[in-house]
């Protein structure tokens, strides 16, 4: 009897042993699913969850930048209920305009608002840069077309960027880097402004930071801190982690670990941080990370891509992250969507 005893204690273990080695190795071998491959490039993504429907914004074109056409940069809006049956809601355009990195955020007045890049061509050369918008209805069923944002004129540039809005308290709030027509090699400026209508934006502060400042995102915190994440490609192109607290004038500064491509981030309901972005090295790929401190990172997730890929949106619904992303892994620029569960991430927080 013992021996049965010890017998059956010994295969529950086992079990339970397998069990866990399962769910592990589950939770490892998520796999992406490709949503979007209508374009010969389709790229930058975000991803918001509106009206009980997922909405997955991106660029068209024919390449990472104007190529075969004068000017070819649309914006495709994609939407699902479920995450997995997508349809396009709209394809934006502007003659003259390359559109490009179109982030959505949620009007306080309960609209989808597209803040995109735009780069104005003619025959083929670039005269400068302009951030464009388009809101939907409320039912996020039809988008306006897109029209130029109206910049403060002690602030306004030859090559303005706003490359993401985000709303708290009623007025919305983004990063515009400024570049000239030599990029790199300068003049750059990188301002905090923000906005009520979402078409007029008011210069806040200026933010002092060197190695040309670019892409950022602006995120709150539960006390009202605010956090952004900040591209940078010169100098040792280490990423910057900027905070600020009302009204915004004063900022501190913080080094970050990680090189950053496309940066996103995110806050749990518990206070945690994720961020996703491009991965530089021997291999370039999208990866998901987790905030240790002000700075330090430590990656978690690293999504089947290479190449040209990155520029991830991410959404916590249904108890799961959803994870949006291109990549030109599988031949050609795609968009992908990865989808987590809370759970299997919480170890790693």
Known sequence: MKNCTRTAQWIFLVCLIMSNMVRAQTSEEIKPVKIWD?????????LIRFKNNFYCSFREGSGHVPGAENVDGTVRILKSADGIKWESAALLKKEGVDLRDPKLSITPDGRLMIIIG???????????RNPHVSFSDKTGTTFSEPEKVITDPGIASWGSWYWRVTWYKG??????????????RGPSAMYLVATKDGKAFKKVSKLEIDGFPNEATIRFDKSGTMHVMVRRELEDMMGTWATSKAPFADWKFTKMNV???GP???F????HIIAGTRVYGTNV???????EAAGTFKEIYHFPS????????LVIYDKKLWVSYYSSHEGKTSIYLAVIPMKDLKSKL
Request: charged share 20%; glycine share 16%.
């Open 171 to 184: 007025t919305g709030y983004a990063i515009d880097y400024q570049i000239g027509p030599e990029e790199r």
């Open 259 to 261: 090189r950053l491509g």
């Open 38 to 46: 209508g374009a010969q490039h389709s790229a930058f993504t975000d």
């Open 306 to 313: 290479s190449g040209d890929n990155s520029y991830p949106g």
């Open 264 to 266: 996103n981030f995110i």
């Open 285 to 291: 790929y999208t990866g998901l990370f987790t905030r």
């Open 268 to 271: 749990t309901n518990d206070g």
């Open 118 to 128: 735009g780069s104005i061509y003619k025959d083929r050369k670039l005269l400068g």
